[in-house]
């Protein structure tokens, strides 16, 4: 007989609650502070380290009522915003008070920031999905399997509901990180004078490497 064992650092995944908002906006904020997708929304890394916070919060408070972001650690030291299939993080009577807000905490970067919205949206799959926003982990916790544990909190969900996942990776790394746990690259969205960020796709099921 054998038996299935948690490893510690899926013990360490819960879903994330209102009160965590401002810890998964920190932890993104030093996930994403040398991406080269936000790199390009604000070049300047002084301002990133001042803007990113905000504008992290704004996505945190979005996707928590969703109910399906989950947060490693307590407090939080790795998040993943996600939407089930069907669920929209900011509903349509509500885009001009998230578009002002967003202007809020932009300021001078809101341009760019919109514009990428923009470009996700138009490649987003018309097929119901669950869909991850944002993933990362406090880079003093890497090489711990925090971001694994939070992608398979939600991948396990997928393959007994039998409902495929799709997510936008901002760089190589992660990029490699989401092809481990089944994503495949279904395309290529490149921002003008930027970089690209990769459309990705993981049927129900998809073998983890």
Known sequence: MSTTTTTAPERAVRPSDAADRDAVAAVLSAAFADDPVFGWIIPDPARRAAVLPGLFALFAEAYQPLGASRVAGAPAVGAALWAGPGQQAVAEEDTDEFGARLQGACGEDTGRVVEVIGLLDEQHPSAPCHY???????????????????????????????????????????????ARHGFEVVGEIRLPDGPPLWPMWREPGARRL
């Open 132 to 178: 991850l926003n944002l993933l990362g982990v406090d880079p003093v916790h890497h090489g711990r399997g925090l971001g694994s544990a939070l992608l398979q909190a939600t991948l396990r969900r997928c393959d007994t509901e039998a409902s495929p996942a799709y997510l936008e990776a901002t760089s190589p790394r992660n990029r490699r990180l989401y």
